[in-house]
């Protein structure tokens, strides 16, 4: 079992920048896949980025690619994503997760999560 604290989370401005940082512990954090996943107001749970046990691999969504950078430091057992060029669109809730085996696009068969952290754009 792992246990995971999302922070970093704020109110920006449109074009601004925000960290998000994930600490885990109860486990060996490099035997899990990690996430990041936002909810928005009246919308579902919406995969935002993945990243591989050792860093080396790294997906997005549509919707953050070019803007958004996943990372992890094992040493640290922490994950970060970096947020750029925020838009008000990117208001949300964002969750850190965990999975031994794979990080999905959809967030219901993903294993353990964070509390989540709220990012506000405002415009």
């Known amino acids: 079992q792992v246990q995971l604290v999302e922070s970093g989370g704020g109110v920006v401005q449109a074009g601004g920048s925000l960290r998000l940082s994930c600490a885990a512990s109860?486990?060996?954090?490099?035997?899990?896949?990690m996430g990041w996943f936002r909810q928005a107001p009246g919308k579902e749970r919406e995969f935002v980025a993945r990243?591989?046990?050792?860093?080396?691999?790294?997906s997005y969504s549509d919707s953050v690619k070019g803007r958004f950078a996943i990372s992890r430091d094992n040493a640290k057992n922490t994950m970060y994503l970096q947020m750029m060029h925020l838009k008000p669109e990117d208001t949300a809730v964002y969750y850190c997760?965990?999975?031994?085996?794979?990080?999905?696009?959809?967030?219901?068969?993903?294993?353990?999560w964070g509390q989540g952290t709220q990012v506000t754009v405002s415009s």
């Open positions: 109860g486990g060996t954090f490099s035997n899990y896949r």
């Open positions: 997760a965990a999975d031994p085996t794979a990080i999905p696009d959809n967030y219901r068969d993903i294993d353990y």
């Open positions: 990243i591989s046990r050792s860093g080396g691999i790294t």
